[in-house]
């Protein structure tokens, strides 16, 4: 069964098999991501974020539930990979301004 995510939430997973500049495109100028402690703002940073985890993780992201909860899309995606605790589900934490994502916060 084929998972229905909105446009932009989507293409940013799409995006993640490897692209940081289809990433950082996903997200408004002035996005904020929070992942493993870091907090990243900007186009720019969350590139960077991106290409970083890409160059030190080789993984695969299945999102498999996605749900509405305080005001957030929370999409679940088993990661599976080189990284410690493989295979993970991972929660994302979308907040979506247009068809564009303002937020996003990663949590295990």
């Not at 160059?55 to 957030?72: I, L, N, R, V």
Request: glycine letters at 8%; one cysteine or more.
């Amino acid at each position: 069964m084929q998972l229905e995510l909105p446009t932009p939430i989507a293409a940013y997973f799409t995006a993640d098999e490897g692209d940081s500049e289809a990433i950082s495109q996903c997200f408004t100028e002035t996005a904020v991501v929070t992942d493993e402690g870091h907090t990243h703002h900007g186009q720019a940073a969350i590139k960077q974020w991106k290409a970083e985890a890409t160059t030190k993780y080789q993984y695969t992201s299945e999102p498999f539930a996605c749900e509405h909860k305080d005001g957030k899309l929370v999409v679940t995606s088993r990661l599976t990979g080189n990284f410690p605790g493989s295979p993970v589900n991972l929660r994302f934490f979308f907040g979506l301004e247009g068809d564009k994502i303002a937020s996003l916060e990663v949590i295990p």
